[in-house]
């Protein structure tokens, strides 16, 4: 198996460009800045804590955000150097942030079927007799099956 590619969104090191968006509209946690991130993606894409944190980090290291310890929580605030780079690399970030949205946006359906197996999969896990359990299976992998042939013809 192939390990889950991000979406080339954040392969091209955008993240970074989406906290620091984020961080311009207020202080955050890293929480919040998921959230944050989440939303402005769709739902499409939920940034994982270990591909955030490093990258707030980082960006932190480069004096573009600071930490403040409030409630035993890390609020990150963007810097007056934060908001410089945000403006000069703008315009080229936000092309590419659209022609990956864009690419997000027309797997729209596809994502919606997905999400909606799962979360029934998952909401009646604990339900399911031996019987269905097995009958389930099979169609996932006789799915999985069609769905690689699909991919790869």
Not at 22 to 31: A, C, I, Q
Not at 90 to 113: T, Y
């Given at each position: 198996?192939?390990?889950?590619?991000?979406?080339?969104?954040?392969?091209?090191?955008?993240?970074?460009?989406?906290?620091?968006?984020s961080?311009?509209?207020?202080?955050?946690?890293?929480?919040?800045?998921?959230?944050?991130?989440?939303?402005?993606?769709?739902?499409?894409?939920?940034?994982s804590?270990?591909?955030?944190?490093?990258?707030?980090?980082?960006?932190?290291?480069?004096?573009?955000?600071?930490?403040?310890?409030?409630e035993?929580?890390?609020?990150?605030?963007?810097?007056?150097?934060?908001?410089?780079?945000?403006?000069?690399?703008?315009?080229?970030?936000?092309?590419l942030?659209?022609?990956?949205?864009?690419?997000?946006?027309?797997?729209?359906?596809?994502?919606?079927?997905?999400?909606?197996?799962?979360?029934?999969?998952?909401?009646?896990?604990?339900?399911?007799?031996?019987?269905?359990?097995?009958?389930?299976?099979?169609?996932?992998?006789?799915?999985?099956?069609k769905?690689?042939?699909?991919?790869?013809?």
């Amino acid at each position: 198996m192939f390990p889950p590619r991000r979406p080339a969104l954040f392969r091209r090191g955008i993240l970074r460009h989406l906290i620091l968006r984020s961080l311009n509209e207020g202080p955050k946690h890293g929480y919040e800045i998921i959230k944050s991130l989440s939303e402005e993606l769709g739902g499409f894409y939920r940034p994982s804590t270990g591909a955030v944190y490093p990258v707030l980090q980082t960006l932190e290291e480069q004096g573009y955000v600071t930490a403040e310890e409030q409630e035993n929580k890390k609020v990150y605030s963007i810097t007056p150097m934060g908001k410089k780079f945000l403006e000069e690399s703008g315009e080229k970030v936000k092309d590419l942030i659209e022609k990956n949205w864009a690419l997000l946006r027309d797997k729209r359906e596809l994502n919606r079927e997905i999400r909606s197996l799962a979360s029934l999969i998952i909401t009646n896990y604990r339900d399911l007799t031996q019987e269905k359990d097995e009958k389930i299976t099979q169609i996932l992998r006789e799915t999985r099956r069609k769905i690689t042939e699909v991919i790869f013809e």
